[in-house]
Each structure stands twice: as C-alpha cells, then as structure tokens.
C-alpha cells in the first residue's frame, strides 16, 4: 500500500501550550529507524513533561509513548522487522550501546537514553518512527487501545514488582487507585500475593476487591495513619505507592513489616522519612524506571495470559485537548487513540486514557 503524502499530528508548539493538530508531510525513517502507522497511543501523565520541555525535547514536540501501530516501512539497516508487523514504542526510544548501564542490559537508564514523546516525537500522530533498538513486538491478535497503556503504565508496575524479589505469598499493599493502581492491584493478585489496598475513604472498597484485593483500608478511618493500619494486618513486606502524596510516604514507611520495602512508582516531590525506623528494621526505598524493549515485551505476555484488565477509554486524535484538559468521561485509562489529554490532567479519568487513529 502506498503511503500518503501528509499526515496529521498532535503537537506541543511552545511551553504550557494546548496541543495543537497540523498537517505535515510525511518522510520516509533513517537509517535504522521504523515509519510506524498508528493505531492507538496510550495518554500518560508524564506527557505533560513534554508539555513543558522538562527533558529537553523542545519544540514543537509530538508526545506520547505507548505506542502500537503497523510497520509502514523500515529505513536501511533494519533487521528483523517487515512491512505490516504489529510494532510498539514505549517510554524507552533509543540507547547507545556503549555506556556503562547498557552494558549490563539496563538500556532504558542509558547515559544518551532518547525518550519517545519527550526528546523525540511520540505516538500522538497518524505516524511515527521508533528506533530499531527500542521497536517492541506486540502480538497481531491483541487489542491496540486495551494494551497500549502497557507500553509504559502496566510495565512500569510490572516490571518494577518483580525486581523487589518478594516471595510468593507475602502481603503486598498498594497505595492509589488510578491508572498505575488498579494494574498494581492485578499483578500483585497474579504474583501470588496477599493484596491490601490503601485509599482514602470507602467509595473505591468494592472496585478494589473486584480487581483482586483481599484486603481494604480506608484511611479516612485512620486518620490516615496507613502505618497502623498495617501493622494491624502484621505489617507488609512492601508497599506500592502510585499516587503522587508525599505527605503519606513516613506513614507508609511505618506500614512494613521486618526488611520491608516501599516502591515507589508515582512522582511525589520531596519526602520525609523517619530513617531511625529504617534502621531499626532494615527497611528500604526503591524506584525502578520502566522498562526496556524486552520488558515491555514480557509484561504485554503475562498482561495477556494472566487476563490482567487495563481499563481504558477511547478517544479520537480530533479530540485531544478534551482529553487533556479535564472532559468528563471515564473513570479508567484513556487510551490516545487520539481522545485522553484533558481529563488526564485535570484527574477527571481514574484510570487511563488512549488516543485511537482507527
């Protein structure tokens, strides 16, 4: 099938700008590079780093980073991809190879690391180019607007879970019900988990159960104190905070039991903790940064064989900005199928929001 001449986009055109559609011509991927034809992107909150240049990309600048698409055509020293696989592109879009982190395979922490959607132009388009070394293989059968938010949301969560080496059978508590917490609720379940579920008062008790918690706290109950409250459960062995409070973080601290561990997945600001309680118990603080192609790839498989549930709403690229900026539409994950942006930032949607092009 022949390409077409242009293509239509989504673009920040300067700082705290709303995001604006234009035509553009489209060119054929450089060396290395694969032309992507999109079928749905997935609306994160960190798009909004790219709404105001914080990693540098400039502008204008196409966001997003949960990409899935078809492979429109690949430029020379392309290996291992042909025209029409189902293709992806997560938060990880390019490594050099060399550094000291891609030498131990951590490519997505490379010193020369290329961001999609925030130092390159991401998936918020009819088209775009991924590198050959971050190009995600995504299975022809699955849903593009169900798992594109696993590009970056479910592997972040995934991912980052499976790195704190936690038996099986130990009890898990997440913190937050949004886009990352009600995925970090199912994986949890799925690991083999007691799951416990923290919000702030009892409206979300019945979804949390439904998505797999065994446990709820109500922390309106507590005072928000979410540290007693676990320690009456016998303390956890670790806590997944996916809400951005860090006015919680020295109480959730005081929630884990013996060599706990806090993970943290949101971005919070600064924190204060009580690091006598971490000495005392050998407790610990972690982040882990998404993943590589290969991550991404693992998490899409156990995403699909586990029937993990990413609940999301559907928008058209027309209507980007409603997404963006606060329309009233679900309480789940938008997907950019080119609809989510405002109600992802306004907190409007609860979960997550993908922008489809079919």
């Known amino acids: 099938m022949a390409l077409p001449t242009t293509y239509t986009r989504a673009v920040f055109t300067s700082p705290g700008s709303p995001l604006a559609l234009e035509t553009v011509p489209l060119s054929l991927p450089a060396k290395n590079e694969i032309l992507v034809k999109v079928q749905a992107c997935g609306v994160c909150f960190s798009d909004q780093m790219a709404q105001h240049n914080i990693m540098g990309g400039g502008f204008p600048i196409v966001p997003g980073h949960e990409i899935i698409g078809h492979v429109a055509a690949v430029g020379d020293g392309v290996e291992g991809w042909n025209v029409g696989d189902r293709i992806g592109g997560a938060w990880h879009g390019g490594h050099d190879g060399t550094c000291h982190a891609c030498k131990q395979g951590l490519f997505q922490m490379c010193d020369n690391r290329t961001v999609n959607g925030e130092t390159k132009d991401g998936g918020y388009a009819e088209y775009c180019k991924i590198r050959q070394e971050a190009a995600v293989k995504v299975p022809s059968h699955i849903d593009a607007a169900k798992y594109a938010p696993i590009l970056c949301a479910g592997t972040s969560v995934f991912n980052a879970m499976r790195r704190m080496n936690v038996p099986v059978g130990s009890?898990?508590?997440?913190?937050?019900?949004?886009?990352?917490?009600?995925?970090?609720?199912?994986?949890?379940?799925?690991?083999?988990?007691?799951?416990?579920?923290?919000?702030?008062?009892?409206?979300?008790?019945?979804?949390?159960?439904?998505?797999?918690?065994?446990?709820?706290?109500?922390?309106?109950?507590?005072?928000?104190?979410?540290?007693?409250?676990?320690?009456?459960?016998?303390?956890?062995?670790?806590?997944?905070?996916?809400?951005?409070?860090?006015?919680?973080?020295?109480?959730?601290?005081?929630?884990?039991?013996?060599?706990?561990?806090?993970?943290?997945?949101?971005?919070?600001?600064?924190?204060?903790?009580?690091?006598?309680?971490?000495?005392?118990?050998?407790?610990?603080?972690?982040?882990?940064?998404?993943?590589?192609?290969?991550?991404?790839?693992?998490?899409?498989?156990?995403?699909?064989?586990?029937?993990?549930?990413?609940?999301?709403?559907?928008?058209?690229?027309?209507?980007?900005?409603?997404?963006?900026?606060?329309?009233?539409?679900?309480?789940?994950?938008?997907?950019a199928d080119f609809y989510y942006v405002a109600a992802m930032a306004n907190g409007t949607v609860r979960f997550r929001s993908v922008i489809t092009m079919e």
């Open 171 to 335: 009890t898990v508590a997440i913190q937050g019900l949004g886009g990352l917490g009600h995925l970090a609720i199912q994986y949890a379940n799925k690991f083999g988990y007691r799951v416990v579920a923290l919000s702030r008062d009892d409206k979300k008790e019945s979804l949390a159960r439904g998505l797999g918690a065994h446990e709820y706290i109500d922390g309106s109950k507590w005072d928000g104190d979410y540290g007693a409250a676990l320690q009456k459960l016998g303390g956890v062995s670790l806590i997944v905070t996916t809400a951005p409070d860090s006015g919680v973080m020295d109480t959730l601290l005081r929630g884990l039991g013996l060599l706990g561990k806090l993970l943290i997945l949101s971005v919070p600001g600064d924190i204060v903790v009580n690091t006598a309680t971490m000495l005392t118990y050998g407790l610990s603080i972690h982040h882990w940064p998404a993943g590589h192609a290969l991550d991404v790839e693992e998490a899409i498989q156990f995403t699909e064989i586990e029937e993990i549930n990413c609940i999301v709403e559907k928008f058209p690229l027309q209507k980007v900005n409603d997404a963006f900026c606060g329309s009233p539409l679900s309480q789940f994950k938008l997907t």
